[in-house]
C-alpha cells in the first residue's frame, strides 16, 4: 500500500521501512552510555585507543548518512504522474462489399493510371479500419450469393490482409445487394449486446455499383431485418454514372482492350435502405469521394469516451540508494586504521 509522503505527486511504495531510522538515535544513545565508544558499524570500535590524522566525528557521519539514505532507498520513493485512457468500448460494424463482374469498371484514376473498383476502394477501407482500433470489424462479400470473408475482430491486421486479397471471381457473378445486406445484419446478431430487441453499438456499411438482380432477399427487406434492429445502415454507390470503360480480357487473364458498358447503380433503392435505418447514402465516382463517404461514416459514427486517470509510478530509489551505498562505504573505509596515520 502506498503513503503520500512528499507533496507534488510523491510517495513510498514501502514506507514501513522507515521504522529503522528510529534505531539510528538509539544507536547513538546507547554508544554514548559505553565506557568505551563502541559504534555498530563494524570496524568503527577500533577508533578507541588510537591516535591518527585527526577526522573527528567525520566517517561516522558520512556512514551514518549513507545509512539514512540506503534506508530511504529500500522505501522505494516514486514519483506520480497521472495517465489518461480515453478509448474503453468501441462499435461493432459490418462491410458488405460488392464483388460482382462490374465492380472490374476501371472509372477510378490511380497514381498510375486506370484502376478498377475493386482496387480504388481496397486502400480506403484499410485506411478506415486502421483509424477505429478500439472497434471490432467483420466483412461480407457478396455477389450471386453472400459470404463471410471475416467475422467481427479486434484482429485489424489480419483484417487488412483479407482486404488486400479482394477480387472480382471470389463469388459467384450477378448483384445480390439483399443477401448481402441480409448477412451483415445476422453477424451483428448477438443477445448480450440487444437491448429490448435492438441492437446497441453497431452499424453496416454497405457498398455496390448496380442494382440487385439475385439472390433470395429483395434489399428493402433486408432493410426491414436492420430497421427492426437498430442497426444503421451506410449505403455507398461506387462508379461513374452512365458509360464507363470494362476491360476486355483472354481466357489467360491478359488484357486485351476495352469494352463500354453502362453503370445500372439502383440509387434510388441506396438512398432508401439508408434513409429507413437511420443511416446515410454517399455516391463515390471517385477516389476523393469515396475517401470522403468513409471519412464522413468515421466521424458520424464516433463514440466519445468519459477519460479514466490511471497514475504511472517513476522509481527513484537509485537516487537514495547510490550515494547512499558510497556514503555508508566511504565512512567505512576513513575509519580503518592505520590509513590516515600511524597509531600510538
Known sequence: MKTALFSGGWTLADPAWLL???????????????????????????????????????????????????????????????????????????????????????DYEGPHGRINRVQAIQPIIEAFISRRPTDRIGVVIYGGRAYTLSPLTFDHEWLARQIRRLKVGLVEDATAVGDGLGLAVSRLEQSEREDGGQRKGAFI????????NSGVLAPMQ?????????????????????VV??????????????????????????????ELTGGKFFRAMDVGTAEAAFAA??????????AKAQLKAHEWYWAFGAPGLLSFLGGLALARPGRWGKAV
Open 297 to 306: 461514416i468515421d466521424k458520424r459514427q464516433r463514440i466519445e469516451f468519459n
Open 205 to 212: 456499411i454497405l457498398m455496390t455499383d448496380g442494382s440487385n
Open 222 to 242: 433486408a432493410a426491414e431485418l436492420a430497421r427492426a434492429k437498430g442497426i444503421p445502415v451506410y449505403t455507398i454507390g461506387a462508379g461513374q454514372p452512365g
Open 20 to 106: 529503522l531510522l528510529l534505531a539510528i538515535p538509539l544507536a547513538a544513545w546507547w554508544r554514548s552510555r559505553r565506557a568505551r565508544p563502541v559504534l555498530v558499524i563494524p570496524r568503527v570500535a577500533r577508533w578507541a585507543g588510537t591516535r591518527t590524522v585527526s577526522l573527528g566525528r567525520f566517517p561516522a557521519l558520512l556512514a551514518g548518512v549513507g545509512l539514512v539514505f540506503l534506508i530511504v532507498a529500500m522505501a522505494r520513493p516514486q514519483q506520480l504522474e497521472e495517465k489518461k485512457q480515453v478509448r474503453q468500448k468501441g462499435y461493432d460494424i459490418m462491410l458488405a462489399i460488392d464483388l460482382s463482374p462490374s465492380m472490374l469498371a476501371e
Open 245 to 274: 470503360p470494362m476491360p476486355v480480357v483472354d481466357n489467360a487473364g491478359r488484357k486485351l482492350g476495352y469494352r463500354q458498358a453502362i453503370s445500372d447503380l439502383d440509387e434510388a433503392t441506396l438512398q432508401r435502405i439508408s
